[in-house]
């Protein structure tokens, strides 16, 4: 059974950092692009980052030089490093795997930026 669990968010001021983290149980980790999504209330899920099992990597314009995907395959986990957040980063982050059969999420975790 795959599983995918968050951890990392929380609250920060404007300009701050948070790391993201998202461990994967099961065995398909090495073979899924992994990656990181967000939904700010009222708005659609939204693509953050991707990184494939290769280690190539794509980002949302809105985060490009701010938010950093990287993967440990010896560890199953994949890492979302925030800097300079800002008040429209705030949202449920959510972790997706995709391998070339299938398409799981984690539960969420929540960052919100705020003064």
């Known amino acids: 059974q795959v599983q995918l669990v968050e951890s990392g968010g929380g609250s920060v001021q404007p300009g701050g950092s948070l790391r993201l983290s998202c461990a994967v149980s099961g065995s398909i980790f090495s073979i899924s692009v992994m990656g990181w999504y967000r939904q700010a209330p009222g708005k659609q899920r939204e693509l953050v980052a991707q990184?494939?099992?290769?280690?190539?990597?794509n980002y949302a314009d809105s985060v490009k030089g701010r938010f950093t995907i990287s993967r440990d395959n010896a560890k199953n986990t994949v890492y979302l490093q925030l800097n300079s957040l800002k008040p429209e980063d705030t949202a449920v982050y959510y972790c997706?795997?995709?391998?070339?059969?299938?398409?799981?999420w984690g539960q969420g975790t929540q960052v919100t930026v705020s003064s």
């Open positions: 990184i494939s099992p290769g280690g190539g990597t």
């Open positions: 997706n795997a995709r391998p070339p059969i299938g398409n799981y």
